[in-house]
């Protein structure tokens, strides 16, 4: 795939995401469950990137309570948009 292929599907994918979140409904605390299928993303995408420290910014309560904030997932979400 050319460059700008890539280029144009990740604005694209964005593009869905933004929408996604505009319209869609969350609780304002989310599990990682929850926060992935509110991203679009697979539970363990999200493992990754607090592994990788990327991704969203989260609340780690305990070692097994792992918290996003709907507002900040938002944000960084949007902070990703490519125009």
């Known amino acids: 795939m050319e460059l700008a292929q890539e280029i144009h599907a990740l604005r694209e994918e964005v593009k869905a995401l933004a929408e996604r979140l505009e319209n869609a409904t969350a609780p304002k605390l989310m599990n990682t469950a929850q926060c992935a299928a509110f991203l ?3 539970p ?3 493992y990754e990137w607090r592994r990788e420290r990327q ?13 996003y904030d709907r ?3 938002i944000a960084w979400a949007k902070s ?3 125009r």
Request: negative net charge; charged residues 30%.
């Open 80 to 82: 990703h948009e490519v």
């Open 40 to 42: 679009g993303k697979s």
């Open 44 to 46: 363990d995408r999200l």
């Open 71 to 73: 507002d900040d997932v």
């Open 55 to 67: 991704g969203p910014p989260y609340l780690h309560m305990s070692s097994r309570s792992i918290l």
